[in-house]
């Protein structure tokens, strides 16, 4: 009897090593993206290198028309049941610029409530190598809950491809997001929808410079995520940018030689100058003007420090008073592929990062 207790004993442990090397070969990218996960600093800010599938080219062929929809297919695909939320908003400020030595820029302020910052390097097998930034508040974590909490609210930063707000990728392309109040767009052509964080990462992942970033929004049907409007800047390491907006759920491009090398949160698009930011705006514009879009990216980050924030949250219809300021101020050198981030305009917290060519 003790035999076979004995001869079973060890049988169940074999079972059950077996199975914990089975998960452990099934999840290994997602086991050593979490090991990854370092926080930088209290604000609180992390980085993260992604090691794990995260579909794209899946997403692509089925998309997502709403938020919802968007968290369905991670949900399932990446977290393994584990639910999250997607609300990307705030109020922000981006704009381009040359080095004196030739290198093009892309400046982007992010400006919101006290947030959770994530800057994530993923290399997809299938897709270009980026760095991005992310606000885990925006995944529905906060600082009463936070990634660092206990395990579910870390498996919830594995979802962090599909909520980038600005990055830059291997080909020196880069895109921010911002937004608007006159932009809510939920276009039904028959293509295939998606939303706008999943936008910015499928720009990441297949795109190399402005004119293809273009072309691949032009393939679907695009979707506001959350209640607001918004609209994109881009740019690439050949000098080029475009501002693409979405108003009466058409999708126009303004382009750089018709003048437009700046954003912020109001409609640019036919003069329509509705919305905020206006302040911010003029003064980048002041600066480009006055430098001749000539600057250092150290320059360029005193720039992004010195534009205020505004503490107004942009709803359609709705402007709500809020306590915001900078989260994070990205320097992206589009030739260089480097990216310096000053997190909470606290100077003692600039961080640099690399990509390879």
Excluded at 5 to 23: M, Q
Excluded at 247 to 271: C, P, Q, R, S, W
Excluded at 302 to 316: D, H, K, N, Y
Aim: charged residues 25%; negative net charge; contains cysteine.
């Amino acid at each position: 009897m003790k035999k076979i207790l004995k001869i079973t004993g060890i049988s169940i442990g074999s079972i059950l090593l077996v199975a914990v090397l089975g998960l452990g070969i099934i999840f290994s990218g997602e086991i050593r993206t979490l090991l990854t996960f370092k926080q930088l600093n209290d604000q609180p800010f992390y980085e993260m290198t992604y090691h794990a599938d995260y579909g794209l080219d899946e997403f692509l062929e089925q998309g997502a028309a709403t938020d919802d929809e968007l968290v369905s297919f991670v949900t399932k695909k990446i977290l393994k049941g584990v639910s999250f939320e997607v609300n990307p908003d705030g109020a922000c400020s981006t704009f381009i610029a040359t080095t004196p030595e030739g290198d093009d820029l892309f400046g982007r302020n992010f400006d919101y409530v006290p947030s959770i910052g994530l800057i994530v390097r993923t290399a997809p097998k299938n897709g270009y190598e980026s760095l991005s930034v992310v606000n885990l508040n925006h995944l529905g974590l906060s600082q009463e809950n936070m990634p660092t909490k206990n395990l579910l609210n870390r498996i919830i930063t594995l979802a962090a491809p599909y909520a980038p707000l600005d990055g830059m990728n291997e080909k020196g392309l880069s895109i921010g997001v911002l937004v608007i109040n006159k932009g809510i767009v939920h276009q039904s052509t028959g293509k295939v929808p998606i939303t706008t964080t999943s936008a910015i990462r499928m720009i990441l992942d297949k795109a190399a410079t402005v004119d293809e970033a273009i072309a691949l929004l032009e393939k679907y049907d695009m979707n506001s995520s959350g209640d607001t409007g918004y609209h994109f800047q881009i740019a690439d390491a050949e000098g080029n940018t475009a501002i693409v907006e979405y108003i009466d759920n058409e999708m126009h491009v303004l382009t750089k030689e018709e003048g437009y090398t700046a954003a912020t949160n109001f409609v640019l698009y036919n003069d329509m100058n509705e919305g905020s930011g206006q302040d911010r705006y003029e003064a980048i514009k002041a600066k480009q003007a006055e430098t001749g879009g000539i600057m250092t990216e150290d320059e360029a980050l005193e720039l992004l420090l010195s534009v205020p924030s505004q503490g107004i949250r942009v709803i359609e219809g709705l402007n709500e008073e809020i306590e915001s300021d900078t989260q994070w101020s990205c320097v992206y050198n589009l030739d260089d592929l480097t990216m310096q981030i000053c997190t909470g305009r606290d100077r003692e917290r600039i961080y640099n990062y690399k990509l390879e060519k």
